[in-house]
T-cell receptor, first 109, second 114 residues
Framework: GQNIDQPTEMTATEGAIVQINCTYQ??????LFWYQQHAGEAPTFLSY??LDGLEEKGRFSSFLSRSKGYSYLLLKELQMKDSASYLC??????????WGAGTKLIIKP | DGGITQSPKYLFRKEGQNVTLSCEQN?????MYWYRQDPGQGLRLIYY???????QKGDIAEGYSVSREKKESFPLTVTSAQKNPTAFYLC?????????????FGEGSRLTVL
């Protein structure tokens, strides 16, 4: 079967750095997405990785290792508004998205 | 501004009633999707459509129906056959030819069965 694993919940301090991991076992791989979702709201696109390595976009970076079936989202200089769920999704060989359950990130002052 | 509009935001239904959730987009996207989101689970695909007058079942289509008569619109009907319809429903669209294939989501509709 196809599976995406993320930690259920993480806590971090305002101003710090946090890394949210995502491991996947899917039938094929055609890219990995990270989305941010505030409670009761729509997910919004953060990043897309299809090749190995690090993609940096402001305070957020995303890393991919296809050989290890592993990605992480790195959030720097955490702000209270970063409190949200972070969803990892993989595009499989049929170009269908397989979604993880999401990681709820709690930021404390 | 371009975007996706879902309505209603909140909906209450009695058991045995059908309800229809609206999804309209003005992004000129060809592909549209309906997902269901439950606590502790990933998004699950209900139906998707890649072109007008055509749609495909997703992983959990039983008890749901859709139509795609116009490019802009992709309504979802939750029928009385859906055994556990209380959930958060998300509509999304994607532009064919997009480099990343990212989805754009509506604000969601929360359905509660009383």
């Amino acid at each position: 079967g196809q599976n995406i694993d993320q930690p259920t919940e993480m806590t971090a301090t305002e101003g710090a750095i946090v890394q949210i991991n995502c491991t996947y076992q899917t039938s094929g791989f055609n890219g990995l997405f990270w989305y941010q979702q505030h409670a009761g709201e729509a997910p919004t696109f953060l990043s897309y990785n299809v090749l190995d390595g690090l993609e940096e976009k402001g305070r957020f970076s995303s890393f991919l290792s296809r050989s290890k079936g592993y990605s992480y989202l790195l959030l720097k200089e955490l702000q209270m508004k970063d409190s949200a769920s972070y969803l990892c999704a993989v595009k499989d060989s049929n170009y269908q998205l397989i979604w993880g359950a999401g990681t709820k990130l709690i930021i404390k002052p | 501004d371009g975007g996706i509009t879902q309505s209603p935001k909140y909906l209450f239904r009695k058991e045995g009633q059908n309800v229809t959730l609206s999804c309209e987009q003005n992004l000129n996207h060809d592909a549209m999707y309906w997902y269901r989101q439950d606590p502790g689970q990933g998004l699950r695909l209900i139906y998707y459509s890649q072109i007008v007058n055509d749609f495909q079942k997703g992983d959990i289509a039983e008890g749901y129906s859709v139509s795609r008569e116009k490019k802009e619109s992709f309504p979802l009907t939750v029928t009385s056959a859906q055994k556990n319809p209380t959930a958060f429903y998300l509509c999304a669209s994607r532009g064919v030819g997009s480099e990343t294939g990212e989805l754009f989501f509506g604000e969601g509709s929360r359905l509660t069965v009383l």
